[in-house]
């Protein structure tokens, strides 16, 4: 059987089967003897491929273009915000102290939200590709929204209604955006869960090739006998006996009665 070389996963494999090893042994005894033909060689084909990346056609699809556009309507809503909140005045609400502390707080809690969301807006504007940026002004609007609702009733209830009717516009825009961002966030989360889905299919279909190719070429495993070692230990000059043999000794001599003093 000659000389086979296998291609699996990427790694040649030379196989040599036992009578070919056996015809290499033996020495040629013609002269002149023609050369050896060229190894035939077998070939496994790799691994099928899985899916493909997501194309331009993919649910949730966008266009850095696209999504910068998305980003600079989310710029625009947050600008209308804090312009609104420029033309309330708690401070002038008849109110009890308990409210009013709590719409403070409420307040403040929004400025912050409205800050988290600009920062991470800009980074996700300048990296579109970007699932963590993406996810970040996703929850930030998600932060920022229930604070505006809030703020949008108090104002209504205790200042203009035509004001808090405002803020809530300000809000269903807020939140229209974030609901034509989270098909795109859910593309680019859906991408990699593809790739590491194709990679994990094509490591076990490259193990179960691998596998295949080695089959039947190893020989069976021998088993060993079982033996009994007996380990021999050399006593050093000078060494004190074992008490097992002190006693052996102390066995063979009489027994003499003490001396009364």
Known sequence: MPLKTILACGFLLPVVSQGAAQQAAQPQTSIGAPAASAPQTETIPPAQPGPTPQSANAPGYMDPAQVKALTQKIWAAEFRIQDL????????WKVSNIIHNSFNGTLGNLHQALDGLEQWRALFEKRPDSIYYGFQTYAAINAALPRLDAIGHAVSQYENS???????????????????????????LRNPDQLLYTAQTNLAGCQSQLGNAMRGQSAPAKPLKNTFVELHTRRRAGERKSTRDGDKESASKPYKKPEAQ
């Open 162 to 188: 035509s004001l808090g009717a405002q803020y809530s516009r300000a809000g269903d825009q807020l939140f229209d955006l974030q609901q034509a961002l989270e098909p795109y966030i859910a593309y680019l």
């Open 85 to 92: 909140l420029l033309a309330v005045h708690p401070e002038k």
